[in-house]
Protein backbone atom coordinates (compact mmCIF):
# COMPACT_ATOMS: atom_id res chain seq x y z
CA UNK A 1 0.00 0.00 0.00
CA UNK A 2 1.57 3.34 -1.07
CA UNK A 3 2.36 6.22 1.84
CA UNK A 4 0.22 9.00 2.30
CA UNK A 5 3.50 10.95 1.01
CA UNK A 6 4.17 8.71 -1.97
CA UNK A 7 0.30 9.68 -2.61
CA UNK A 8 0.14 12.89 -2.40
CA UNK A 9 3.45 13.49 -4.45
CA UNK A 10 1.86 11.46 -7.12
CA UNK A 11 -1.14 13.76 -7.33
CA UNK A 12 1.29 16.68 -7.37
CA UNK A 13 2.94 15.33 -10.16
CA UNK A 14 -0.23 14.34 -12.14
CA UNK A 15 -1.73 18.00 -11.27
CA UNK A 16 1.84 19.63 -12.47
CA UNK A 17 1.46 17.33 -15.98
CA UNK A 18 -2.27 18.54 -16.11
CA UNK A 19 -0.45 22.28 -15.49
CA UNK A 20 2.58 21.81 -18.33
CA UNK A 21 -0.49 20.23 -20.71
CA UNK A 22 -2.39 23.39 -20.45
CA UNK A 23 0.54 25.72 -20.96
CA UNK A 24 1.72 23.83 -23.83
CA UNK A 25 -1.74 23.48 -25.64
CA UNK A 26 -2.01 27.75 -24.84
CA UNK A 27 1.62 27.93 -26.61
CA UNK A 28 0.23 25.99 -29.47
CA UNK A 29 -2.71 28.53 -30.27
CA UNK A 30 -0.51 31.43 -29.51
CA UNK A 31 2.08 30.23 -31.80
CA UNK A 32 -0.50 29.30 -34.57
CA UNK A 33 -1.90 32.80 -34.28
CA UNK A 34 1.06 34.91 -34.59
CA UNK A 35 1.80 32.15 -37.79
CA UNK A 36 -1.66 33.18 -39.17
CA UNK A 37 -0.64 36.85 -39.01
CA UNK A 38 2.87 36.24 -40.86
CA UNK A 39 2.14 34.15 -43.24
CA UNK A 40 -0.18 36.81 -44.43
CA UNK A 41 3.10 38.96 -45.49
CA UNK A 42 5.83 36.22 -45.81
CA UNK A 43 6.44 33.44 -47.53
CA UNK A 44 5.54 29.90 -46.02
CA UNK A 45 9.38 29.10 -47.07
CA UNK A 46 10.22 31.88 -44.47
CA UNK A 47 7.99 30.82 -41.82
CA UNK A 48 9.44 27.13 -42.09
CA UNK A 49 13.16 27.51 -42.50
CA UNK A 50 13.10 30.23 -39.35
CA UNK A 51 10.96 27.99 -37.23
CA UNK A 52 13.68 25.35 -38.17
CA UNK A 53 16.42 27.40 -37.22
CA UNK A 54 15.11 29.31 -33.98
CA UNK A 55 14.69 25.48 -32.67
CA UNK A 56 18.05 24.21 -33.60
CA UNK A 57 19.84 27.30 -32.01
CA UNK A 58 18.09 26.63 -28.43
CA UNK A 59 18.14 22.35 -28.52
CA UNK A 60 21.73 22.18 -29.66
CA UNK A 61 23.39 23.96 -26.93
CA UNK A 62 21.19 22.67 -24.44
CA UNK A 63 21.98 18.89 -25.80
CA UNK A 64 25.70 19.64 -26.00
CA UNK A 65 25.67 20.46 -22.55
CA UNK A 66 24.04 16.97 -21.36
CA UNK A 67 25.26 14.87 -24.19
CA UNK A 68 23.04 14.19 -27.41
CA UNK A 69 22.18 10.53 -27.46
CA UNK A 70 23.89 9.18 -30.47
CA UNK A 71 21.51 8.82 -33.63
CA UNK A 72 21.29 4.91 -35.07
CA UNK A 73 20.56 5.30 -38.94
CA UNK A 74 20.56 1.61 -39.24
CA UNK A 75 17.30 1.71 -36.82
CA UNK A 76 13.98 1.50 -38.94
CA UNK A 77 15.57 3.56 -41.72
CA UNK A 78 12.47 3.78 -43.91
CA UNK A 79 10.32 5.05 -40.91
CA UNK A 80 12.96 7.31 -39.80
CA UNK A 81 13.08 8.73 -43.69
CA UNK A 82 9.40 8.77 -43.60
CA UNK A 83 9.20 10.71 -40.13
CA UNK A 84 11.93 13.31 -41.66
CA UNK A 85 9.22 13.99 -44.29
CA UNK A 86 6.00 13.46 -42.61
CA UNK A 87 6.79 16.29 -40.14
CA UNK A 88 7.48 19.08 -42.33
CA UNK A 89 4.79 18.63 -44.81
CA UNK A 90 2.00 18.76 -42.35
CA UNK A 91 3.41 21.92 -40.48
CA UNK A 92 3.39 23.12 -44.10
CA UNK A 93 0.27 22.46 -44.61
CA UNK A 94 -1.37 23.88 -41.25
CA UNK A 95 -0.16 27.17 -42.19
CA UNK A 96 -1.25 26.82 -45.71
CA UNK A 97 -4.73 26.42 -44.46
CA UNK A 98 -4.37 29.09 -41.96
CA UNK A 99 -3.84 31.58 -45.19
CA UNK A 100 -7.16 31.19 -45.77
CA UNK A 101 -8.99 29.35 -43.06
CA UNK A 102 -10.08 30.99 -39.21
CA UNK A 103 -7.99 29.86 -36.10
CA UNK A 104 -10.33 27.53 -34.86
CA UNK A 105 -11.23 25.57 -38.26
CA UNK A 106 -7.75 24.82 -38.75
CA UNK A 107 -7.19 23.94 -35.29
CA UNK A 108 -10.56 21.62 -35.64
CA UNK A 109 -9.45 19.90 -38.21
CA UNK A 110 -6.36 18.88 -36.77
CA UNK A 111 -8.45 17.36 -33.23
CA UNK A 112 -9.10 14.35 -35.86
CA UNK A 113 -5.39 13.44 -35.33
CA UNK A 114 -6.40 10.62 -32.58
CA UNK A 115 -9.39 9.46 -35.49
CA UNK A 116 -6.86 9.32 -38.14
CA UNK A 117 -4.03 7.24 -35.89
CA UNK A 118 -6.54 4.60 -34.95
CA UNK A 119 -7.85 4.20 -38.79
CA UNK A 120 -3.83 4.01 -40.15
CA UNK A 121 -3.15 1.59 -37.15
CA UNK A 122 -5.96 -0.41 -38.54
CA UNK A 123 -4.59 -0.27 -42.10
CA UNK A 124 -1.04 -1.33 -40.32
CA UNK A 125 -2.09 -4.70 -38.73
CA UNK A 126 -3.79 -3.60 -35.32
CA UNK A 127 -6.93 -5.20 -34.24
CA UNK A 128 -9.64 -2.69 -34.28
CA UNK A 129 -12.67 -3.60 -32.35
CA UNK A 130 -15.95 -2.34 -33.67
CA UNK A 131 -16.29 -0.05 -30.97
CA UNK A 132 -13.69 1.97 -32.23
CA UNK A 133 -14.26 1.52 -35.59
CA UNK A 134 -17.71 3.37 -33.98
CA UNK A 135 -15.73 6.09 -33.19
CA UNK A 136 -13.65 6.51 -36.33
CA UNK A 137 -16.83 6.87 -38.09
CA UNK A 138 -18.33 9.57 -35.48
CA UNK A 139 -15.07 11.50 -36.04
CA UNK A 140 -14.92 11.12 -39.67
CA UNK A 141 -18.67 12.44 -39.90
CA UNK A 142 -17.56 15.24 -37.18
CA UNK A 143 -15.00 16.14 -40.01
CA UNK A 144 -17.37 16.47 -42.65
CA UNK A 145 -19.43 18.37 -41.22
CA UNK A 146 -16.84 20.65 -39.83
CA UNK A 147 -15.53 20.67 -43.55
CA UNK A 148 -19.35 21.62 -44.46
CA UNK A 149 -18.89 20.88 -48.01
CA UNK A 150 -22.60 22.08 -49.51
CA UNK A 151 -20.76 25.70 -49.61
CA UNK A 152 -17.68 24.49 -51.34
CA UNK A 153 -14.46 22.74 -50.07
CA UNK A 154 -11.49 25.72 -50.61
CA UNK A 155 -7.86 24.31 -51.19
CA UNK A 156 -7.19 25.57 -47.49
CA UNK A 157 -9.86 23.46 -45.94
CA UNK A 158 -8.69 20.28 -47.95
CA UNK A 159 -4.91 21.24 -46.95
CA UNK A 160 -6.01 21.26 -43.29
CA UNK A 161 -8.02 17.62 -43.70
CA UNK A 162 -4.42 16.27 -45.70
CA UNK A 163 -2.33 17.59 -42.82
CA UNK A 164 -4.52 16.37 -39.89
CA UNK A 165 -3.87 12.94 -41.89
CA UNK A 166 -0.33 13.19 -42.55
CA UNK A 167 -0.05 14.73 -38.94
CA UNK A 168 -1.80 10.68 -37.46
CA UNK A 169 1.01 9.61 -39.64
CA UNK A 170 3.72 10.84 -38.45
CA UNK A 171 2.06 10.01 -34.47
CA UNK A 172 2.12 6.68 -35.83
CA UNK A 173 5.67 6.20 -36.98
CA UNK A 174 6.71 8.22 -34.55
CA UNK A 175 5.09 5.41 -31.97
CA UNK A 176 7.21 2.19 -33.93
CA UNK A 177 10.45 4.22 -33.62
CA UNK A 178 10.84 3.13 -29.40
CA UNK A 179 14.38 2.69 -29.96
CA UNK A 180 15.47 6.60 -30.71
CA UNK A 181 15.63 9.13 -27.53
CA UNK A 182 13.19 11.76 -27.93
CA UNK A 183 15.79 14.45 -28.23
CA UNK A 184 17.06 12.91 -31.05
CA UNK A 185 13.37 12.79 -32.49
CA UNK A 186 13.42 16.44 -31.71
CA UNK A 187 16.12 17.28 -33.36
CA UNK A 188 15.44 15.37 -36.69
CA UNK A 189 12.28 17.34 -36.68
CA UNK A 190 13.75 20.96 -36.44
CA UNK A 191 16.26 19.61 -39.10
CA UNK A 192 14.00 18.54 -41.44
CA UNK A 193 11.80 21.93 -40.70
CA UNK A 194 15.05 23.71 -41.76
CA UNK A 195 15.52 21.55 -45.10
CA UNK A 196 11.75 21.75 -45.84
CA UNK A 197 11.59 25.63 -45.40
CA UNK A 198 14.99 26.35 -46.94
CA UNK A 199 14.03 24.87 -50.17
CA UNK A 200 10.83 26.74 -50.25
CA UNK A 201 12.52 29.55 -50.09
CA UNK A 202 14.60 29.15 -53.37
CA UNK A 203 11.15 28.04 -54.77
CA UNK A 204 9.08 31.05 -53.31
CA UNK A 205 11.89 33.69 -52.65
CA UNK A 206 12.62 35.80 -49.69
CA UNK A 207 10.47 39.09 -48.03
CA UNK A 208 13.15 41.46 -46.04
CA UNK A 209 11.40 41.43 -43.19
CA UNK A 210 11.67 44.50 -40.33
CA UNK A 211 13.75 43.73 -37.29
CA UNK A 212 9.91 43.61 -35.25
CA UNK A 213 9.09 40.82 -37.80
CA UNK A 214 12.33 39.43 -37.84
CA UNK A 215 11.96 38.86 -34.06
CA UNK A 216 8.46 37.42 -34.20
CA UNK A 217 9.83 34.55 -36.06
CA UNK A 218 11.99 33.88 -34.40
CA UNK A 219 9.08 33.49 -31.49
CA UNK A 220 7.34 31.28 -33.31
CA UNK A 221 10.04 28.92 -33.72
CA UNK A 222 10.22 29.35 -29.90
CA UNK A 223 6.95 28.61 -29.17
CA UNK A 224 6.49 25.55 -31.27
CA UNK A 225 9.84 24.11 -29.30
CA UNK A 226 8.80 25.34 -26.21
CA UNK A 227 5.05 23.87 -26.62
CA UNK A 228 6.39 20.78 -27.70
CA UNK A 229 8.36 20.42 -24.38
CA UNK A 230 6.01 21.31 -21.97
CA UNK A 231 4.00 18.58 -23.28
CA UNK A 232 6.60 15.97 -23.38
CA UNK A 233 6.80 17.01 -19.86
CA UNK A 234 3.58 16.59 -19.20
CA UNK A 235 3.16 12.89 -20.50
CA UNK A 236 6.53 12.26 -18.00
CA UNK A 237 4.80 13.48 -14.93
CA UNK A 238 1.48 12.00 -15.21
CA UNK A 239 -0.73 8.92 -16.98
CA UNK A 240 -2.05 9.57 -20.51
CA UNK A 241 -5.67 8.97 -19.92
CA UNK A 242 -5.66 11.89 -17.52
CA UNK A 243 -3.36 14.27 -19.22
CA UNK A 244 -3.91 13.86 -23.04
CA UNK A 245 -7.74 14.67 -22.97
CA UNK A 246 -6.42 18.27 -22.01
CA UNK A 247 -4.94 18.99 -25.47
CA UNK A 248 -8.80 19.71 -26.56
CA UNK A 249 -7.94 23.19 -24.50
CA UNK A 250 -6.51 24.13 -27.46
CA UNK A 251 -9.77 24.60 -29.59
CA UNK A 252 -11.03 26.64 -26.82
CA UNK A 253 -7.81 28.90 -27.15
CA UNK A 254 -8.21 28.87 -30.97
CA UNK A 255 -11.96 30.38 -30.88
CA UNK A 256 -10.73 32.34 -28.38
CA UNK A 257 -7.68 33.96 -30.33
CA UNK A 258 -9.59 34.19 -33.24
CA UNK A 259 -11.95 35.94 -32.07
CA UNK A 260 -9.85 38.47 -30.14
CA UNK A 261 -7.12 39.08 -32.72
CA UNK A 262 -8.69 37.95 -36.23
CA UNK A 263 -12.58 38.77 -35.27
CA UNK A 264 -13.72 34.85 -36.52
CA UNK A 265 -16.71 34.03 -35.11
CA UNK A 266 -17.38 30.16 -35.67
CA UNK A 267 -20.35 28.64 -36.89
CA UNK A 268 -22.61 26.16 -35.80
CA UNK A 269 -21.63 23.73 -38.57
CA UNK A 270 -18.02 24.11 -37.93
CA UNK A 271 -19.11 24.09 -33.36
CA UNK A 272 -20.88 21.00 -34.24
CA UNK A 273 -17.95 19.10 -35.83
CA UNK A 274 -15.52 19.95 -33.53
CA UNK A 275 -17.92 18.50 -31.10
CA UNK A 276 -18.12 15.60 -32.57
CA UNK A 277 -14.43 15.36 -33.28
CA UNK A 278 -13.29 15.71 -29.49
CA UNK A 279 -16.27 13.17 -28.40
CA UNK A 280 -15.01 10.62 -30.40
CA UNK A 281 -11.55 11.07 -29.71
CA UNK A 282 -12.06 10.81 -26.16
CA UNK A 283 -13.61 7.84 -26.45
CA UNK A 284 -11.37 6.10 -28.38
CA UNK A 285 -8.33 7.19 -25.95
CA UNK A 286 -10.69 5.79 -22.69
CA UNK A 287 -11.32 2.50 -25.22
CA UNK A 288 -7.56 2.23 -25.60
CA UNK A 289 -7.02 2.58 -22.02
CA UNK A 290 -9.49 0.03 -20.76
CA UNK A 291 -8.05 -2.64 -23.31
CA UNK A 292 -4.26 -1.74 -22.26
CA UNK A 293 -5.94 -2.67 -18.64
CA UNK A 294 -7.16 -5.72 -19.77
CA UNK A 295 -4.17 -6.90 -20.96
CA UNK A 296 -2.16 -6.10 -18.38
CA UNK A 297 -4.16 -8.23 -16.08
CA UNK A 298 -3.05 -11.88 -14.94
CA UNK A 299 -4.81 -14.67 -17.11
CA UNK A 300 -6.58 -17.02 -14.11
CA UNK A 301 -4.90 -20.78 -13.64
Not at 185 to 198: E, K, P
Not at 283 to 297: F, G, P, S, V
Request: charged share 10%.
Amino acid sequence: MASPASLIQTRQNVLSGIGFMLLGMFLFALNDTLGKQLIGIYTLGQLTLIRGVAGLAIMLPLLWRTGLPPLDTSYRPRLQLLRFVLSPAEACLFFYALISLPLAEVITYYQAGPIWVTALSALLGERVGWRRWTAVFAGFCGVLIALHPTTGLSAGALAALLGSVLYAGFLVVTGRLPGLHRSVLMVQQLCATLLMGAGLVLLQGWVAPGPVDAGLMLVLGLGSLAGNLCVNLALRLGPAITIVPFQYTMLFWGILLGFLVFGDVPGIASLAGAGIIVGAGLYIMIREHRLAQARALPVPQ
